[in-house]
Nanobody
Framework: QVQLVESGGGLVQTGGSLRLSCAAS????????MGWFRQAPGKEREFVAAITWSGGKTSYADSVKGRFTISRDNAKNTVYLQMSSLKPEDTAVYYC?????????????????WGQGTQVTVSS
């Protein structure tokens, strides 16, 4: 059983930056691909970014390409999401998730464990 705890959310102005962290415990972190998803009020949860177990490959939603960067530190059991040039439409609860796989999944149904989420609000 893997436990995931996100942190780093908050209120930021348009054009600002935030770095989200997701700390994992209870499992072998380096065995999991990791992903970030987000859910805005009244909308479905959507894919944001993913990274393979080694960190060698990444994938991004078109809406965040060039602005967000996913990374991981297996020694610290932590995955990060660096968000820059934030827009009001990035406002959502951001979730990290773990996928017991060597692949790079963009579907939330591929993920086995989820964190509780952290709120990101971008003011205009």
């Amino acid at each position: 059983q893997v436990q995931l705890v996100e942190s780093g959310g908050g209120l930021v102005q348009t054009g600002g930056s935030l770095r989200l962290s997701c700390a994992a415990s209870g499992g072998r972190f380096s065995s999991y691909a990791m992903g970030w998803f987000r859910q805005a009020p009244g909308k479905e949860r959507e894919f944001v970014a993913a990274i393979t177990w080694s960190g060698g490959k990444t994938s991004y939603a078109d809406s965040v390409k060039g602005r967000f960067t996913i990374s991981r530190d297996n020694a610290k059991n932590t995955v990060y999401l660096q968000m820059s040039s934030l827009k009001p439409e990035d406002t959502a609860v951001y979730y990290c998730a773990a996928d017991w796989s060597y692949g790079l999944a963009e579907s939330l149904y591929e993920y086995d464990y989820w964190g509780q989420g952290t709120q990101v609000t971008v003011s205009s």
